[in-house]
């Protein structure tokens, strides 16, 4: 399957500042990048949806204003989490998919967010 | 909120038996669906897919089973080994959406030597 990446795998930031997730596809054009968010022992939940070259669309209670979301290349989607509080400290994925409908969607391998 | 769901957390099998993971959803436009396992602190990872159109989908050591009737998905893994010892979660994509997997609450299968 395809390759998808994400950096950094593991980050600790203290309360109030902001923290820039990248999500890479290395080897396809990823039309559409997803962003979910995973708390222990919990399901992924999906954040938002990220098309390139507009602006995000946001799923129900994420604010968009906290988690501020790129996708400027078919290749690059950046999720920032601002003035992270130690709430926000969660397992953060994306995955990207092509132009295809129905098709699979390609995970990146997290990133596990701690805010002290 | 999410339309998937599980009806058992945990799984508990004897390595060398078969596995049965369940899972229901409540929207009947999705049309395709996929299970994924989930290791420890990393991403899912792709298993098999189905299409709505289907009812039976086999895989390596896989079989996905799909009664849209029911709206009932399930996942049987054929001689579980110690390496399939992961949380299982199956995804739907709901139909004219772009390639958004919405999840289930996950499995945790865990194999016994």
């Known amino acids: 399957g395809a390759v998808v990446s994400q950096h950094p795998s593991w980050v600790i930031c203290k309360s109030g500042t902001s923290v820039k997730i990248e999500c890479r596809s290395l080897?396809?054009?990823?039309?559409?990048m997803f962003w979910y968010r995973q708390f222990p022992k919990q399901s992924l939940m999906l954040m938002a949806t990220?098309?390139?070259?507009?602006?995000?669309?946001?799923e129900q209670g994420v604010e968009k204003d906290k988690f501020l979301i790129n996708h400027a290349s078919l290749t690059l989607s950046t999720l920032t989490v601002t003035s992270a509080h130690p709430e926000d400290s969660s397992f953060y994925i994306c995955s990207a998919s092509g132009q295809v409908l129905n098709t699979e969607a390609f995970f990146g391998q997290g990133t596990r967010l701690t805010v002290v | 909120g999410e339309s998937v769901g599980l009806h058992l957390p945990t799984l508990s099998v004897q390595e060398g038996d078969n596995s049965i993971i369940n899972c229901a959803y409540s929207?009947?436009?999705?049309?395709?669906f996929i299970w994924y396992k989930q290791e420890s602190g990393k991403g899912p990872q792709f298993i098999i897919d189905i299409r709505s159109n289907m009812d039976k989908r086999q895989g390596q050591r896989v079989t996905v089973l799909l009664n849209k009737t029911v709206k009932h998905l399930s996942l049987q893994i054929a001689a579980t080994q110690p390496g399939d010892s992961a949380v299982y979660f199956c995804?739907?994509?709901?139909?004219?959406?772009?390639?958004?997997?919405?999840f289930g609450a996950g499995t945790r299968l865990t194999v016994k030597p």
């Open positions: 080897d396809f054009q990823a039309t559409t």
């Open positions: 929207n009947s436009a999705s049309d395709y």
């Open positions: 995804a739907e994509n709901i139909r004219d959406n772009n390639n958004d997997m919405r």
């Open positions: 990220s098309n390139e070259g507009s602006k995000a669309t946001y």
